[in-house]
């Protein structure tokens, strides 16, 4: 878990890590968690629901933590469920405050107000994507080039259907860290790999590589893994420890280029 | 001149005015000051140096305003010379903190560490660029789609050189609003206009568009006038008579299409 960090504004940044790490890459867990904190609570949904897939990406805080030791490198995570905002969506976007998730309503984002709108952004998305940025533009000037990858987990079953993939990279405008990275992820891991699976950019995915890579020309690029098999601590070591060599060698091949 | 604003971490705030006001549009003056504050002060300038065009945009500022109050719409403005931190470009881009401009040394910039580049990065570009994104982001979430306009003057002899040109507008990715107002300018001014003149984002210098405009997919452009035009109050606020309704006739046509 990560633990709140609200300020006297009732503002929740982020979770920072590893900012002494040398490596340049800088990970991002947009889901990192499943808390419903005041003045929110929990949008009216079960315990059941406030565990399941559409409040956050299981496993995906543990895989970005073991990826990070590996990688020596700093990373972020959000400590608000997505359902109260999804950082990984601009403010206008429908799914930032979504109104249903997969089959389930979300009660407490039926109808949510332009004031209460404002409110989420400023207490969640704000400070979630200006810690990012300040991390980003100051290791820029330290003339550093960090890669920012994003991580994160999808369910097995969607919508009834059963996924095969079972690791997903998406690119946003520049594809070249994300197709570096699943080439290395197929020649290295028994993984069923694909590009721009699950979804793709077209469905506003990328919204944080957009902000924070793209405007710097920094190499990026968005992990999606089956949640299955990330599903203990133990999985998602094991899995840190699979991915981690397949994106140190995109890494090395992006930069040589 | 724009008042400086410092918190107690030493960070320089931009002023942002109008934000009551109804337009959608946000304009911005990277090059508003030519204000050299401790702990940097003049940088080893000639006090003729920090008055002239290297320091600022002389009359870009006046302009702004004027444009704001036709245009009934918000405006931010940087309070440091671009000699210190120039706001309109990324802490790695040579030009941030320039060590030479036209024909003219900068001796406080001829030498910067990491660490100092660090430190103005966090005292200058941040704050700025924060303050601003806040205030997108924030229209953004209460389903506004502000056009972001920036705005710049340009000497008229460069390196020696007269430009003949007056009125220049400079696209970054979409080029939707500055053909927009090249368009109704050259139909409803005398002024002689150029599109991506005296130079273009290919020079680095719509890095404000890239990093705050186009990850919200919002029109924007970036407007350049000689500085001869608006040498005094009274010019800087017949040119803003001007362009308004240009700029205006050009907003409403970009959001129709």
Partial sequence: MTALNTDNMGRFAPVVEG???????????????????????SLGLTEDQCRAHIAWDPGALGLMRGLAARLDCACVAATVSRLIYDCNRAPDM??????????????????????????????????????????????????????????????????GQ??????????????????????EAEAR????CGLNAPYSAADDVTH???????PYGLPNAMLEIR???????????????????????ALARVQES
């Fill in 189 to 192: 891991t028994p993984l069923t």
């Fill in 19 to 41: 900012c002494d790490r040398k490596g340049d890459v800088i990970l991002v867990c947009d889901h990192a968690s499943n808390t419903f904190p005041q003045p929110w609570g």
């Fill in 94 to 159: 429908p799914g930032a405050m979504p109104t249903r998730s997969e089959v389930h309503d979300v009660p407490g984002n039926a109808a949510i107000s332009p004031s209460e709108r404002l409110a989420r952004t400023r207490a969640v998305y704000l400070p979630f994507q200006t810690a990012l940025h300040d991390l980003i533009a100051e290791r820029v000037a330290l003339g550093r080039r960090p890669a920012i990858i994003t991580i994160h987990s999808f369910t097995p079953v969607y919508f």
């Fill in 227 to 249: 949640n299955d098999l990330i599903a203990t601590p133990e999985a998602e070591d094991r899995m840190a420890a699979q991915l981690a060599p397949a994106i140190a060698a």
């Fill in 162 to 183: 059963p996924r095969q993939v079972e690791f997903g990279v998406i690119h946003d405008a520049d594809p070249r860290l994300a197709q570096a990275i699943l080439a």
């Fill in 208 to 214: 944080t590589l957009r902000l924070q890579a793209t």
